[in-house]
């Protein structure tokens, strides 16, 4: 069996995503327990506890939402679909927000709110890789002193020309989403795996500082594990958080069984109008606090690292032992019950 690293990976001749590969253990590990692991990082000038940032979604990231995250060392970003931006800025910031979403036709007077109130932009947009995402980002940035998150892109060809904009970060993968239909409706994307090294290799042969976040397509702890090791420096999170107490919408009971809405941000329930759809709206069921997934996956991640030798993340990154797998391969390692 080859092993590969990520150059290598980067090569392969097909389009790779999570479940296509593995990380694989190739020496002593010096970890006792997974909690001599460290999973803190700084990102944009946050300490974060977590390299976690929550979806600007409407049925994910509420104020409710952002405020827990933020208490759990997460980053959450505000959705710009209702009335939580009116909110934040009524109170001023007093909710200890760090980021918010806006769109492509949000006033600079409201973009000077939230500078003042020391957040971090957030530019919600399908695809970065379009004109007026870009004015936007330079208009934003001359104006104001403030770290800027664009997206989405599949590929690193441009990102280059994000940086010179004024990105400071990148949310890379487009399709990839549960309930994201873009790929099928347009043909566009890749697989994570392959968008994530792309975009890596990218700002590491142009000398980059724009940061990298693993945006769709992660199902589990171990996926983030994947993502950080294949040079992501952080993760957003939708499907993985859905559901909880703290996202916004009620809790409905069916069948017996408690459930809350998911849905796409291009869906037909957050445009309310009949033009081109490119996301769906479900229901999953209900998972309780937020604190017990963020939990878990801070379980996950540390043992992952234990098994890989890696005290903290910026050792994860440095991981370059990866396994491609067969089908059979990954559903063997599937429990049956």
Known sequence: MKVYSK?????????????????IPTEVSRIKSRTEATTNTNFLGLKLKLPVLSSPMDTVTGIEMAEKLSRLGCLGILNRFDSSLT????????????????????????????????MIICIDTANANNREVLKKCEEIKKKFDTQIIIGNIAHGGTLEQLEDAGADAVRVGIGSGSVCTTSIQTGIGIGQVSSILNVFFSREEKKLKIKIIADGGIKSPGDVAKAIALGADVVML??????????PGEVIKYKGQ??????????????MRNEFIEGEETMVAYKGTVENVINAISDGLRSSMSYMNCFNIADLKKVETFAILSNSSYLERLPKI
């Open 87 to 118: 909110e934040v800025l009524n109170k001023k910031n007093k909710l200890n927000i760090k980021s918010v979403s806006i769109s492509l036709n949000t006033g600079l007077d409201v973009v000077e709110k939230l500078v003042e109130n020391k």
């Open 258 to 271: 408690l459930w809350k809405k998911y849905r796409g941000s291009a869906s037909f329930g957050v445009k």
């Open 238 to 247: 939708g499907r993985m958080l859905s559901g909880t107490k703290e996202t």
């Open 7 to 23: 150059k290598e990976l980067n090569e392969y001749h097909q389009s790779l995503t999570y479940d296509d590969i593995s990380l």
